[in-house]
């Protein structure tokens, strides 16, 4: 099982725009992606609601998981865009 | 062909209308009596069809849609398919609960999670609710809520539009708005005549016209005729012709028919509005009501953020005057960073300048950024303060404005008990500003929300016709200009009274600043003061209009 922690970089937190475009890339990845607090249960990180209902603020940091072939590109590249401000963009 | 058939609502926004009628559906709640699954999980594959026909349906608006409404859209139709929410439900569904019941409860139980993070992420509980609305519709099969989807010019109706429905209405296809609640300052109305669509307001059954009847509106007499006779569209196509040429034969500052000079003035909300207002032939904002460019604020803006936005809206109007009113929320205005918490009696209880009092550190920000946004734009920016009661509250608020290096300072006179002694109000200040909707409110004791009472809050009432007089001769008294910046301004006949009342400036919806122009131009100040006479000596508002309306100059009562 692939594991990273990353912290949020949005200015407005893991909701509405940056949010969707999370979601959107998980759900992409095709496998079983989870995201969680660290220390906290996980949640479906295809779920919206799942995600938002997390409310993770800026500066946060979120653990993500996933299981499977390609898992460890997979997670990298949600670490990526969960760096970035998907905000402002 | 059905007989013609005309009922009277009341007209708030101008012009007249003609097209098939479009029903907006209200939300749809689960039925009472719903009863339990038979087999839940073949119910949860019809609640899975029902949110992927909501997700389908938001992403069709979605492709149609402008880039900031796209997203918006987008991310909605992502709720709809969400796993977690058909889980919720299909949970609810082996419970025992009936389809519609499962989806709502699935909703509730996120937006009760949503409501504790609070903030932003509470803002999102109305996609949610409406994802869920949409849900409940599609596997009950009824009509879906909201505003539907039409492509041919329509007339919009509604029992009432909240402001968003209104605000995302498609300018090009909505001819005309009518509507079976609502009252004549409510936003609906105001928001209507800010876009220029005519509109009629508290039309008696007016949402069981059945969708595609032809319908006739005249948003200034309030008339509305279902299939009407070919020779009323004309008669009413031909008056608003008629109208037009009228209205393009006067332009410029506004001036009485012997030189008197009233400034034409709009009342804005924001920075789209500024923008719109600051290219018309107008000559400055009496009204810039702050508060709605910060309505979906979560916590207090700060001085920098303030600042831009005000430069924004300063900057289309170049030298002319903006009349900016501080922060006026509470009662139907509740703002989230400056909620007091509930209150028995809103509209009497702290709001206006009295929460500024009770928050003083609000309205210093807001006054600092204007003083700045002012200084770079050079707008002549003036302040007014909402709910201002007595002449020591004018003081408190003069003395903020003039150490934030403002330099002018003024008061909404909208509470009857400062009508009554404006000349020890405005004493204290540079210049007054009547607030006819909420002056009407609180003379007659008659809910602003409350459609039911509109009669009451008619601003043609004989005693709400007095106050004005009584806070025009005060301002008088204390050599004080008092403008008029509420609804009632931009009513042409009205706005005569006005004048002939003392007012030397009206503040009013852009759209109506023309035929407002045009009823200055055919009228002196003695005329006008005649029609105040004579429409104070009315018994009742029906026969202060009817006065006015006898006796005002043919030129102008032939085009409304």
Aim: net charge negative.
């Amino acid at each position: 099982m692939a594991t990273r922690t990353v912290t949020i970089a949005s200015s407005v937190g893991l909701h509405a725009r940056p949010a969707a475009l999370f979601v959107e890339a998980a759900t992409n990845t095709g496998l079983d992606v989870e995201i969680a607090r660290p220390g906290e249960d996980p949640v479906d990180a295809t779920s919206i609601l799942g995600v938002m209902a997390l409310g993770a603020k800026f500066g946060e940091e979120v653990v993500l998981t996933a299981d499977g072939d390609g898992a460890d590109d997979a997670l990298d590249s949600l670490v990526a865009l969960l760096s970035r401000d998907l905000d402002a963009e | 062909m059905p007989a013609p058939e005309t009922t009277h609502g009341i007209g708030v926004s101008p012009g007249t209308a003609y097209g098939p009628v479009v029903q907006v559906a209200p939300p749809v709640r689960p039925p009472a009596d719903e009863p339990a699954p038979a087999d839940p999980d073949a119910a949860l594959v019809d609640v899975k069809a029902a949110l992927e026909t909501v997700a389908r349906s938001l992403e069709e608006r979605a492709a149609a849609a402008d880039d900031t409404a796209q997203q918006i859209l987008k991310a909605t139709a992502l709720i709809a398919r969400d796993r977690g929410l058909a889980k919720a439900a299909g949970k609810l569904l082996h419970a025992g609960r009936g389809p519609a019941h499962a989806i709502a409860g699935a909703v509730e139980e996120y937006a009760a999670q949503f409501e504790a993070l609070g903030g932003l992420f509470a803002e999102r509980v109305t996609d949610l609710r409406d994802v869920g609305s949409r849900a409940i519709a599609a596997v009950l099969g009824v009509p879906a809520p909201g505003v539907p989807r039409f492509d041919v010019p329509s007339v919009v109706v509604a029992e009432d539009l909240a402001p968003a429905e209104t605000a995302t209405l498609d300018r090009a296809l909505v001819v005309g708005i009518i509507t079976e609640a609502g009252g004549r300052t409510s936003h609906t109305a105001i928001l209507a005549a800010q876009m220029g669509i005519p509109a009629v307001v508290q039309v008696p059954h007016a949402t069981a016209i059945p969708v595609g009847v032809p319908v006739a509106l005249d948003g200034d007499s309030g008339e509305v005729t279902t299939n009407p006779d070919p020779s009323l569209v004309e008669a009413q196509r031909v008056r608003a012709a008629r109208r037009t040429k009228a209205l393009a034969a006067r332009s410029g500052p506004g001036v009485t028919r012997d030189g008197t000079e009233i400034a034409l003035l709009a009342n804005i909300g924001g920075v789209e509005d500024a923008v719109a207002a600051g290219a018309l032939d107008l000559e400055g904002v009496g009204l810039f009501r702050t508060e709605f460019v910060f309505l979906s604020a979560a916590k207090a803006p700060t001085v920098a953020e303030q600042t831009e936005i005000y430069r924004r809206v300063f900057e289309p109007f170049g030298e002319r005057r903006v009349v900016v009113r501080t922060l006026d929320a509470g009662a139907d205005k509740p703002l989230a960073f400056a909620d007091l918490g509930p209150e028995e009696n809103p509209a009497l209880g702290r709001r206006g300048l009295r929460l500024s009092a009770e928050r003083p550190e609000l309205l210093d920000a807001q006054l600092e950024a204007l003083a700045v946004a002012a200084r770079e734009t050079g707008a002549d920016v003036r302040v007014m303060a909402p709910m201002v009661a007595t002449a020591e509250e004018a003081a408190w608020f003069a003395r903020r404005v003039r150490e934030n290096g403002l330099p002018k300072a003024g008061v909404m006179i909208e509470v009857p008990g400062a009508a009554l002694r404006a000349s020890d109000v405005l004493g204290e200040v540079d210049f007054g500003s009547l607030g006819t909707n909420d002056l009407a409110q609180y003379t007659m004791a008659a809910d602003r929300m409350q459609g039911a009472l509109s009669d009451l809050l008619d601003p043609w009432q004989p005693a709400v016709l007095d106050v004005i007089a009584a806070a025009c001769e005060g301002a008088d008294r204390a050599e004080r200009p008092m403008g008029v910046c509420g609804e009632s301004a931009g009513d042409p006949l009205l706005a005569l009274v006005l004048v002939g009342l003392g007012a030397s400036s009206l503040s009013m919806a852009p759209s109506k600043v023309p035929v407002v122009r045009f009823a200055l131009s055919v009228h002196s100040l003695a005329e006008c003061q005649e029609l105040a006479v004579v429409a104070r000596e009315a018994r009742t508002a029906q026969e202060a209009l009817q006065r006015v309306r006898d006796r005002a100059d043919r030129q102008l009562t032939d085009v409304l």
